[in-house]
Every structure is written in C-alpha cells, then in structure tokens.
Nanobody
Framework: EVQLVESGGGSVQAGGSLRLSCATSGFTFDNYAVGWFRQAPGKEREGVSIIASGDGGTNYADSVKGRFTISVDSAKNTVYLQMNSLKPEDTAVYYC??????????????????WGQGTQVTVSP
C-alpha cells in the first residue's frame, strides 16, 4: 500500500526557510515519481516540484525556481522540499504525491494518484 506522510510545515516570516519531509512507504523511487503540490485558500492546487522516477530528474514551477529544492533520501524513503527565501504568496497547504511512472516523466501537470494529508505553511510579511 502506497503511503505518504508530510511533516515540517509551520509559520515563518518572509525571507525565512522551512524544510518539508515526505515519509513514503509501499513503493520504490525506481518506478514512482514524487511531487510536491500546494493549494492556497480560494485557489486551485498547483504543482511546485517533482522528482522523476529512475534518473531522479527534477522540475520546478517558475514561481519557486531558485528558492526551492526537492531531494530524495532513498535509504530513508523520504522526499524533502527545502524552501528558502519564502514569500507570503507561498502560504498554502503543501501535499506530497506519488505517481506510477516507469520510463516517463510525470510532470507538474500529471495526474498523481497517491496523496498525503498535507502540511500547512504560513509565511507572514
């Protein structure tokens, strides 16, 4: 059974940093892509960053490029999202998601099938 559990959210001031963690189980990164998505109040969910299955290529939304970094610790079955230079517009519930994607890149617009419960990130001015 695929499971994802996020942690690490919280409240910070603008310019601060947070690191989100996604503890995964039930699959390997060889055949599953993992991504971070977010949803702010009154807005649609948007893709933030993904790390592809297999070679571990990464992709980022334009709004977070240069500020956020996604990474995987395969030994711990954990995916991280390091968020630096946070802005108030980064405030959202952040979700970790996984997708079966052997041999292709499940990008930011892909329909990820497995989701965590989310963790709140609040950035104050």
């Amino acid at each position: 059974e695929v499971q994802l559990v996020e942690s690490g959210g919280g409240s910070v001031q603008a310019g601060g940093s947070l690191r989100l963690s996604c503890a995964t189980s039930g699959f390997t990164f060889d055949n599953y892509a993992v991504g971070w998505f977010r949803q702010a109040p009154g807005k649609e969910r948007e893709g933030v960053s993904i790390i592809a299955s297999g070679d571990g290529g990464t992709n980022y939304a334009d709004s977070v490029k240069g500020r956020f970094t996604i990474s995987v610790d395969s030994a711990k079955n954990t995916v991280y999202l390091q968020m630096n230079s946070l802005k108030p517009e980064d405030t959202a519930v952040y979700y970790c998601a996984a997708a079966w994607s052997p041999g292709f890149v499940a990008g930011l617009q892909y329909n990820y099938g497995y989701w965590g419960q989310g963790t709140q990130v609040t950035v104050s001015p």
